[in-house]
């Protein structure tokens, strides 16, 4: 996400895809390479107009791939440069969502230096959910056409990014009294997307979804208990209405070369997290019933407990380990990276496995506390590692 939270500017396809066999990546969102606030402020201020501001962007999202290829990622996303937020730009452009500034969602980021509390706009449902245009698709083609020996990976919010923040306060009852018909709406709108993201060429689409990891946090249950809903269930629900959407018209069953992962960190924002907590409380239902090709996991520290969740992945698919943190610029060593993923193949086979970020560089705007050099290291270290641990890259 890049704040782009989704992810770092790009991952590596963590499963068969187009005839690759690719163990290293990363979630979406890059750093140091973004054209900054400053092109973004002049904008807002009126000194610079629409042109050339997406002007800047394009240069530096063909700088941004040019270093992905370079770096030896098999795919490449834009950074998600072109955007504020990595999940509110797509949920606002939704029909049927209204961006709404008020106190309806307040998170408290923190590390062991600072503390952060992010306020921003919400997003309340005033009308039956639709989808009005391909969201980000035009942004997609821009990719497509700039990457040379990458595959192009879109990265987009979870539906269940939707509905987390605000839960049932954030949905008029007059539209849906009746929740199942808001998740029936809203998993065909997502299902829309899909299909009209696969005509434009994509093969590799990635799912952001912070909800799945924050529901590991008790902490986090109990906001979702506290706006009214289900602690105990409510990752459940995601799922199913995700696979509702892979799933549904127009789609009709997801293409068989379309790859789709999902990528789930703990929340990413200058350096600070929002949530901890191994994935033991989601395991489960998470590896077992969704039905994506890969998962992109957080590893990177103790907050995100052991590789025991593992245990639950079924053959087919793959895991992308997060080991490589974005949070700080010290690089790791490769030794204790091979270490750690020995360590994740006492529960998973190890050609299940790939490695990754565990986020994105820059999930905000104003990015993490390591600069581009950092970035950009981190990332030759994972390509480099990999090619060491599997010998089929």
């Known amino acids: 996400m890049t704040q782009s939270q989704s992810s770092p500017a790009g991952s590596a396809n963590p499963g068969n895809h187009v005839g690759q066999r690719d163990h290293a990546g990363k979630p979406g969102a890059a750093a140091a390479t973004a054209p900054g606030g400053g092109a973004r402020d002049d904008f807002a201020a009126g000194r610079i107009g629409a042109d050339d501001l997406r002007a800047i962007e394009d240069a530096a999202i063909r700088e941004v791939v040019r270093m992905q290829q370079e770096a030896g990622l098999r795919s490449a996303t834009d950074g998600e440069l072109r955007r504020e937020s990595w999940h509110m730009d797509f949920i606002y452009q939704l029909g049927g969502v209204q961006k709404v500034q008020d106190d309806t969602i307040r998170v408290a980021f923190h590390n062991e230096q600072k503390t952060y509390e992010w306020a921003p706009p919400s997003a309340h449902i005033v009308a039956p959910v639709t989808l009005t245009h391909t ?38 009852q007059s539209i849906y009294p009746d929740l199942e018909q808001f998740w029936a709406d809203l998993a065909a709108a997502y299902a829309q997307e899909v299909k009209q993201l696969y005509d434009l060429g994509c093969r590799y689409l990635q799912l952001d979804d912070t909800s799945l990891a924050y529901m590991n946090d008790p902490a986090q249950r109990q906001h979702v208990a506290d706006i009214g809903g289900d602690p105990e269930h409510q990752h459940e629900y995601y ?48 590896f077992s019933t969704l039905e994506v090709d890969g998962f992109f996991c957080e590893w990177d520290d103790e907050r995100s ?54 986020c994105g560089f820059s999930s905000t705007k104003e990015g993490n506390d390591l600069t581009a050099e950092q970035q950009w290291a981190k990332l030759r270290l994972i390509v480099e590692t990999a090619q060491e641990v599997w010998s089929t890259w």
């Open 135 to 172: 969201i980000f698709g035009d942004a997609f083609s821009f990719l497509a056409g700039t990457v040379t020996t990458a595959v192009p990976k879109l990265t987009i919010p979870s539906l269940s990014m939707v509905h987390y923040r605000g839960g049932r306060s954030a949905i008029d």
């Open 239 to 286: 799922i199913a209405n995700i696979n509702r959407a892979l799933a549904g018209r127009p789609l009709a069953g997801r293409p068989a070369d379309l790859a789709v992962t999902t990528h789930m960190c703990r929340g990413n924002n200058q350096s600070m997290w929002a949530a901890e907590g191994s994935y033991d409380f989601v395991a489960e239902a998470l």
């Open 305 to 358: 407990g052991g590789f025991e969740p593992l245990r639950y992945v079924p053959k087919g698919k793959r895991v992308v380990l997060g080991l490589v943190t974005t949070k700080r610029g010290e690089l790791e060593s490769r030794d204790d990276l091979k270490r750690r993923i020995d360590d994740a193949a006492r529960f998973v086979d190890g050609d299940q496995l790939c490695l990754s970020p565990q």
